[in-house]
């Protein structure tokens, strides 16, 4: 193996900023914790605000309308544009492509979500399967949320079903096979570094988990959002994840006063959030699983472990027709989301959500945990990152060469991020800007200065990052040229990522229809 590490990248399903206790939360997360006391805790590090393009973004190293999911997978959109055709396309590579060629061996364990839901199917074709993009191992499931309890699974390039699981919930069988992997590993192929990819669903939609967990969890969140937010946001401060001068955002849009809620209603909320803590509280456990995997084998001081969330918490309100009693929530009859006002607190200090490019949307924790590659570990890194830096990491520490010899590299777009490593020795990454767009939500940061917009037709707000990250005292006004500088870059980037033409806003489009050619234009 030589001085190349293992790399365990480690990515959670609409998981806010602030839910795990090491960036603030009250969800007990001990092996997370532990990596990032024995690691680095990055504060500004980003992804793509939505699920599958964070999946692309992360797998490839570049901006997801590149790999041609800049928005869903879904089989019925009928999108025929480069930037969204809902499938992994040719012009990227995964880091498992990437890394095999260079003697890695490459396993994954949960959620794919890059496959158009048209391929999802026993019958259809696994051109952009995990197996076919680079992967030696695969357990999990190829399209996005999943009941915990009876996920339709794939092993390899098998359709199987819950009875493939040896686990109770699904959450449970991604870590046990990540670890299964693991050992595998070093009993057959000790000699050689591996890449493995661990996807858990948790804590996305439906909220199921184990009734002993949610248990621990039934009183924690009776004072409700409005008292329990502030208190967030002064811990935040204290331990350095978030400066003392960033104002808290306010309470989100829609979002009632606890106080004004019936005590049923405020029960049943408080139950709603028990069950998503839970959901964390066993992915950690999991995480644990994986670690322990590693000690095991003698492996961990030698393996690089990255963990992120693949967007910010998640407002969508979502519910099964039929639920009569909340108290049933959970269980696998169920299919519940745990509502906007959580997720408002997930997001905790800032704006927006899953979707938007608000700080709420694009900000994720990052845990990177390497004993033998991290310089003065428990430090906590301020410099902005994002997704697409995993795929430069990859590359950069295993020593491989992108796009690999021999594979059609003309049509291989370069690579749009930077590698950590220099963070990991005290230094400094070299960027100019990073760029988003999703469902016509629009965003660029430069330096200490971001702009950004909701939907479509709306004005561009912009923010210094230094003195106010939580985007409460929009600039736009005072500094009109660079709004207009941004704006005219934003949409160089745009047009040269195949980002156009724009997505209608969400709130107009439903699965089915035809995106229409946008008529917008850069606003200065």
């Known amino acids: 193996m030589g001085d190349r590490p293992n790399i365990v990248v480690i ?66 959109m ?32 949960g959620k794919w979500h890059v496959t158009s839901e048209r391929y999802v199917c026993p019958e259809g074709p696994k051109h952009s399967w995990p197996m076919q993009r680079g992967f030696d191992r695969y357990f999990g499931i190829i399209g996005g949320a999943a009941n915990y309890y009876e996920p339709k699974i794939v092993i390899d390039n098998d359709w199987r ?8 919930m699904f959450t449970d069988a991604i870590a046990a096979n990540a670890a299964r992997f693991i050992r595998e590993h070093a009993e057959r192929s000790p000699e050689k570094p591996f890449l493995e990819y661990v996807a858990f669903t948790a804590p996305h939609w439906p909220l199921h988990a184990h009734r002993e967990t949610i248990d621990k969890y039934l009183d924690v969140y009776r004072d409700g959002w409005d008292a329990m937010r502030p208190v967030k946001y002064e811990r935040m401060k204290s331990m350095g994840i978030i ?22 209603k405020k029960d049943e909320f408080a139950y709603r ?33 990255l963990f992120m969330s693949d967007n910010g918490g998640c407002a969508e309100e979502v519910h099964k027709p039929g639920l009569e009693d909340w108290h049933e929530i959970g269980q696998r009859q169920t299919y519940e989301s745990y509502g906007k006002p959580w997720a408002n607190y997930s997001n905790t200090p800032f704006r927006e959500y899953k979707h938007w ?39 950069d520490l295993a020593g491989a060469q992108y796009p690999p010899p021999g594979d059609g590299a003309d049509e291989v777009h370069a ?71 941004m704006a005219a870059r934003w949409d160089a980037i745009a047009r040269a990522t195949d980002v156009y033409p724009l997505m209608p806003e969400v709130k107009g489009l439903g699965y089915g229809q035809r995106a229409r050619k946008s008529t917008w234009r850069a606003a200065t």
């Open 273 to 305: 959030m028990a069950v998503y803590s839970a959901q964390i509280d066993e992915m950690d456990q999991g995480v644990g699983a994986v670690v322990e995997a590693l000690k095991e084998t003698g492996q961990l001081d030698d393996t690089l472990v």
């Open 415 to 485: 690579l749009q991020g930077r590698s950590l490593t220099p963070v990991f020795k005290g230094d400094t990454i070299q960027r100019d800007e990073i760029f988003w767009e999703h469902e016509a939500n629009r965003a660029l940061r430069q330096g200490k200065w971001k702009l950004v917009a909701k939907g479509a037709t709306s004005a561009w707000e912009l923010y210094n990052m230094e003195s106010d990250r939580t985007e409460t005292n929009d600039l736009a006004g005072k500094h009109h040229d660079r709004v207009r500088d």
């Open 11 to 76: 990515l959670v399903d609409d998981m806010g900023y602030s839910d795990i206790g090491c960036y603030g939360g009250e969800i007990r997360t001990p092996n997370l914790d532990a990596l990032a006391r024995d690691g680095i805790r990055f504060t500004q590090f980003y992804n793509t605000a939505r699920c599958c393009p964070a999946r692309a973004s992360l797998l490839t190293g570049l901006y997801p309308h590149q790999t041609g999911v800049g928005w869903m997978v879904c089989a019925d």
């Open 161 to 168: 079903g819950p009875e493939a699981m040896d686990e109770a």
């Open 243 to 264: 400066e003392d001068h960033w104002d808290l955002s306010q309470r989100g849009e829609g979002i009632p006063d606890w106080d004004s809620l019936t005590q049923e």
């Open 78 to 109: 009928g999108l025929q544009f480069d930037g969204y055709t809902g499938d992994l396309n040719r012009c990227c590579r995964t880091f498992a492509e990437v890394l095999r060629p260079a003697g890695y061996a490459t396993y994954m364990s």
């Open 357 to 395: 490019v608000h700080e709420g949307g694009i900000a994720t924790p990052l845990i990177a945990h390497w004993p033998k590659g991290i310089d003065e570990p428990g430090r906590i890194d301020h410099q902005p990152g994002h997704l697409i830096d995993v795929m430069a990491t990859c590359v």
